[in-house]
Structure formats: structure tokens, C-alpha cells
């Protein structure tokens, strides 16, 4: 009990600013139904909460929601050990680096949602495989920037004194860098988890993948089901928050590296 009280006491101004953003986002889509007066372009809340709960016994909806989170998180994972491999290597070479730092650029400014089109041609059709990939081409940059920034702001002193003592590569790699590096990366995992959701699911909408709930989004769309379509829409920020969430947590893991 001690424990639940302490929990509250120290997020209270978190949970607080949440109930009142809850409250205002609430009063604005209240204000624009009323305003517009078209349950097609904005469905009314309580249709919304129908939809929203009803789809929990829906076997379709669990099974696109566990689509679109497992190309999430594959996408993710390789996104994060390719970013760790390329950013031991250019913070070990500078050659490394320079090499690498043109190929993130092109990989960074690609237009995701024209690239999952023509990898939908190149994967003949498969429509499950398209949005992973364009997910992995906004993480992998992402997640590199955030392991070379973390390698830039390593002690000056430190990076010198491992080469004046003639330290390997190998122990400076995994006894100076990589600790260094990964807790800040872990830290972030919830942030880029979420954002590889909202990335998947706007390509599944664009490829109309079957199993995932850009797929559904799409459907609802076509069929003017506004109030599935908004339900849909809450339910993909919902996961996207319970992951940033449950994902932020690794920081815990990390207070050892630091």
C-alpha cells in the first residue's frame, strides 16, 4: 500500500497533466461533432466507445493488432543491432563514418510511403512484408543518430587516454563505447517502438496489408464506418503509448552502465 502511495505521490504532476490532455483533446472532438453535424466525417464519441470495445472480441481485430505489432518490433530489433554494428564501426574508424555518413542521409530523407509502393512490386504483392521494411528505413537512421550522438559526447580524455595506452579496439569497443552508448539508446526504446508503430500502420493503410490494422483502417475507410475507423485509430495510440511506456522502462536496466 506504502509502495501504491509512493508510485502516485511521485508522478502526481504526470498524471495530473495526462487527466486534463484526456479532458481537452474529450472537449475538442465533443466541439467538432456538434460543429460539423456529420456522423460521416466525425463519428460521435459514444458510437466510437462502441466500436472501440466491441473490437475486443473481434478474433480479425487481434489478429491485425499482433500483425502490426510483430513487423514493429522486427523492424525495430533490426533496426537496433544493424545501428549498434555501424555505430561501433564509425566510432572505432573514421573512415567508417565518413563512409557511412552519406548512405544514412540517402536512407534518412527516402520518402517512406513512395518506397513502400515500389518494395510492394519488388516483394511481388506480399503486402505483410512492405511496411516492415519501410518501418526499418525510419528506425535505422533514427536509432544510429541517437548511438553516434551518444559516441560524440564520450569524454574527450577518455577516447585519448584508450589510445594512448595502446587499448585494443575490441576493449574499447565493449568496455568504453558500448557502455556509454547503449543506456541512452535503451532509454529511448519506447520512443522509437511508438513511432515504428505509427510508421507500420500508415504503410499498412497504403498497401491495404490484410492482417494489420492499417489494413482494417482501410476498410473502415472505404466502407465510410467512421466510428471503426476512429475506434481503429484509438486503438493503434493506445498500443503505441502502452509500448512507449512498458519499453521506456529498460532505463531501469541501465543505472548498472552508468
Request: proline residues 3%; positive net charge; contains cysteine.
Amino acid at each position: 500500500m506504502t509502495a501504491l502511495k509512493n508510485f502516485f505521490k511521485e508522478r502526481k504532476f504526470n498524471i495530473l497533466g495526462s487527466a486534463i490532455a484526456i479532458a481537452l483533446m474529450w472537449l475538442v472532438w465533443i466541439t467538432a461533432y456538434y460543429s460539423v453535424g456529420n456522423k460521416l466525417i466525425v463519428p460521435s464519441f459514444t458510437e466510437t466507445a462502441v466500436c472501440f470495445f466491441k473490437n475486443f472480441a473481434s478474433a480479425e481485430f487481434w489478429a491485425a493488432l499482433g500483425g502490426s505489432l510483430l513487423r514493429t518490433l522486427l523492424a525495430f530489433l533490426v533496426s537496433l543491432l544493424l545501428a549498434a554494428v555501424c555505430a561501433a564501426g564509425a566510432s572505432l574508424s573514421k573512415t567508417v563514418k565518413a563512409v557511412l555518413k552519406p548512405i544514412i542521409t540517402f536512407v534518412r530523407v527516402l520518402p517512406t510511403l513512395a518506397v513502400s509502393l515500389i518494395i510492394l512490386k519488388l516483394v511481388q504483392g506480399d503486402r505483410s512484408v512492405s511496411p516492415a521494411i519501410v518501418t526499418f528505413l525510419v528506425l535505422f537512421p533514427a536509432i544510429y543518430a541517437q548511438l553516434i550522438a551518444e559516441a560524440e559526447g564520450l569524454d574527450g580524455g577518455l577516447a585519448e587516454m584508450a589510445r594512448v595506452y595502446n587499448i585494443s579496439r575490441r576493449d574499447r569497443l565493449f568496455k568504453i563505447y558500448l557502455p556509454h552508448m547503449l543506456p541512452a539508446t535503451l532509454s529511448q526504446c519506447g520512443a522509437n517502438i511508438s513511432l515504428g508503430l505509427k510508421v507500420t500502420v500508415s504503410a499498412e493503410v497504403l498497401v491495404n496489408t490484410a492482417k494489420g490494422l492499417g489494413g482494417m483502417l482501410q476498410e473502415s475507410s472505404l466502407a465510410a464506418e467512421t466510428a471503426q475507423l476512429a475506434a481503429l485509430t484509438v486503438s493503434a495510440v493506445i498500443a503505441g503509448l502502452l509500448l512507449d511506456i512498458a519499453f521506456s522502462q529498460l532505463k531501469r536496466l541501465t543505472r548498472k552502465w552508468c
